[in-house]
């Protein structure tokens, strides 16, 4: 429960684009939770009627922004804290949603505002909490998947995935700023949480509620390597590699970065030239322009996000 006589404000920030029926569902979530919002901003990459139709709809008092580009999540995100924090106390808390992942239940808020009251209890330092989330082992510049029998009561993490309710301290994001817009897509909370971490932030993930989720899921004693197999390659692998190859250096990591660069980028495809040859060499092609991009700081929305049918 929330530390006796405290009233946390919850302001929540929900990036959308080109996905009505999504962001109506994600709404209808917000709506059904037994803890309303404080504040409620909705940033829209991909700007029109209809979106802002279905926001005054669901959400009266929500605050509908239209972005003037397709500024990514990442850019998204950042517009939207900032409108946040143009009045919200040092003590308020900040959510970040996901058009495509509604809140899991109605009790999801108020449970994450208990939790983040009991852990600035504990931990005067909690800049942020969140129903799950990741470590990252930054020699080998992987996200590490934490194990079964470190997950209870307030679990420390590295980061918080977007679909996993981040719940930010406004006190912390006043003092690091917001997620970078440079990053457009991919790893943004990932840059985010090591650049809390840095600062002398604390993270949580919610114990509970995240083993049994592994349990109900029938995930437990999972373990997770990595695999010389190629998927498909797309725009978002580009700028997961890219944004990678950045933050490993902004954190002060080059070796890793390029240990990334040498493994991932180009040892992985060419390994897979004899067996794949045609779907290697179009890795190999997008590896190479995303680790150069990378290294040579050449950020923002460098490729168009234009799917695959398969995606």
């Known amino acids: 429960m929330a530390a006796a006589g405290e009233h946390l404000e919850i302001h929540g920030v929900l990036v959308t684009y080109r996905r009505r029926q999504q962001l109506v569902a994600s709404l209808m979530a917000v709506v059904s939770q037994t803890r309303a919002f404080d504040r409620f901003v909705v940033v829209d990459n991909s700007p029109s009627t209809d979106n802002e139709r279905a926001v005054r709809d669901l959400v009266p008092e929500a605050e509908y922004v239209a972005a003037p580009e397709n500024l990514g999540p990442a850019g998204g995100i950042a517009v939207g804290m900032r409108h946040v924090l143009a009045h919200a106390g040092d003590d308020d808390w900040v959510m970040t949603l996901d058009d495509d992942d509604p809140l899991p239940e109605p009790g999801a808020v108020a449970m994450l505002a208990d939790f983040a009251a009991d852990s600035r209890a504990s931990d005067p330092a909690t800049g942020g909490v969140g129903l799950q989330g990741t470590r990252f082992d930054r020699r080998v510049g992987r996200i590490v998947r934490v194990p079964d029998d470190d997950i209870h009561g307030a679990v420390p993490v590295d980061c918080i995935a977007g679909n996993l309710c981040p719940l930010y301290a406004v006190r ?21 949480g090591l650049r809390l971490r840095r600062a002398g932030y604390s993270l949580y993930g919610h114990g509970p509620s995240w083993y049994e989720g592994r349990v109900r899921g029938g995930r437990l004693g999972i373990r997770i390597a990595p695999t010389r197999s190629l998927t498909e390659p797309t725009w978002r692998r580009y700028y997961s590699l890219r944004n990678l190859v950045w933050i490993l250096r902004a954190i002060g990591r080059p070796r890793s970065a390029l240990r990334v660069t040498v493994i991932a980028g180009v040892a992985k495809p060419v390994a897979n030239l004899p067996v794949h040859p045609r779907a290697a060499y179009r890795h190999l092609r997008l590896n190479l322009a995303a680790c150069r991009d990378g290294w040579m700081n050449r950020m923002g929305r460098t490729v168009e996000p234009t799917a695959s049918p398969s995606e």
């Open 172 to 192: 912390a994001l006043r003092s690091v700023g917001t997620p970078r817009a440079e990053l457009f897509f991919g790893l943004e909370e990932l840059e985010f």
